[in-house]
């Protein structure tokens, strides 16, 4: 081996253990932001109750302000954070949560919901959508995470059959698909997303004056 091929040798481990000390790093964020997330969601009647007490109108514009732009702002970013799901040869590689990509589609459906409806301020319908799709795809990916990728280095028998199928790279076949279907249900909602963007502009907002 040559002065060259060891160099190449060196920089390729380093981007190798870089690119997988970042995938894992943001496998092991993600959980926090679920939780984070759901917290936020599910703690809207409180919030509602707190704006109640405010005497200044102000205030109380000024907390739901802040409230709903984080809340909003923490979906968007476990959605992007969630990207690494949706390309096979990562799960394949790394030990992720299987049905990562399935619960990052989740989290885009619930940003569809909330573009194509009025938010979820005076409907409780869809409230209660955005609800189950959080709940849905925290437990998607809660519950590999906690039995399969965390369990999976103490779990032994049958347990750790079972752990070792929750994890994507110790079972790659199951987590290919899992990405694959992932990707077509965001592309949907993509698309449903960009066809609503563009017919939205076209729609008037107030009905024409009587002649």
Not at 145 to 163: E, I, K, M, R
């Amino acid at each position: 081996m040559n002065v060259d091929q060891l160099t190449s040798a060196i920089v390729n481990g380093i981007n190798a253990g870089g690119e997988q000390f970042l995938e894992g790093t943001l496998a092991a964020v993600l959980p926090i932001l679920w939780i984070t997330i759901l917290a936020l969601h599910l703690g809207r009647p409180y919030m509602l109750g707190m704006m109640s007490k405010f005497t200044l109108r102000l205030g109380a514009d000024l907390l739901w302000m802040v409230y709903a732009g984080a809340r909003d702002f923490l979906i968007v970013t476990g959605f992007v954070m969630s990207f690494m799901y949706f390309f096979p040869d990562v799960v394949n590689t790394d030990p992720l949560p299987v049905t990562g990509g399935l619960a990052a589609s989740c989290l885009f459906a619930v940003l569809l919901v909330k573009l194509v409806t009025k938010g979820d301020d005076n409907d409780a319908l869809v409230y209660t959508i955005n609800s189950c799709l959080l709940g849905v795809g925290a437990l998607l990916y809660l519950i590999p995470y906690v039995l399969g990728t965390q369990a999976n280095q103490v779990a032994a028998g049958g347990l750790g059959d079972f752990s070792a199928k929750l994890v994507s790279n110790t079972n790659p076949i199951l987590a290919a698909w899992l990405s694959l279907i992932a990707v077509g249900i965001v592309a949907v909602i993509g698309i449903v997303a960009v066809v609503y963007s563009l017919g939205a502009p076209a729609k008037p907002t107030e009905e024409p004056a009587a002649a």
